[in-house]
């Protein structure tokens, strides 16, 4: 199975930016699927981004659309999440995660998680 560690969160302003990364190991990053959930205290995990085992599609949740770019790297596998023009609502934990199946938007459609990583945002 493969397992996934995020890292870059911190504290970012309003209107800035961060990148988040999630290094994957054990398995091919190419043989799963991506996503990036996050979850802020009190809220329910809410789906952020996927992206396709090779890159080709990409999904976006509206409330990132336009601000937020989901990318990988598969020879290095690690995946990406920039995220610019912060806001406030934005803080929230960050997880990524895999599943082996098929590109979802969905928290229970994926079988892997990382630990998460915490982006606060600063006015």
């Known amino acids: 199975q493969v397992q996934l560690v995020e890292s870059g969160g911190g504290m970012a302003q309003v209107g800035g930016s961060l990148r988040l990364s999630c290094a994957a190991s054990g398995r091919p990053l190419s043989n799963y699927a991506m996503g990036w959930f996050r979850q802020a205290p009190g809220k329910e995990r809410e789906f952020v981004a996927a992206i396709s085992r090779f890159g080709h599609n990409a999904y976006y949740a509206d409330s990132v659309k336009g601000r937020f770019t989901i990318s990988r790297d598969n020879p290095k596998s690690t995946v990406y999440l920039q995220m610019n023009s912060l806001k406030p609502e934005d803080a929230a934990i960050y997880y990524c995660?895999?599943?082996?199946?098929?590109?979802?938007?969905?928290?229970?459609?994926?079988?892997?998680w990382g630990q998460g990583t915490q982006v606060t945002v600063s006015s």
């Open positions: 995660a895999a599943n082996d199946r098929a590109t979802m938007t969905a928290a229970n459609a994926y079988d892997y």
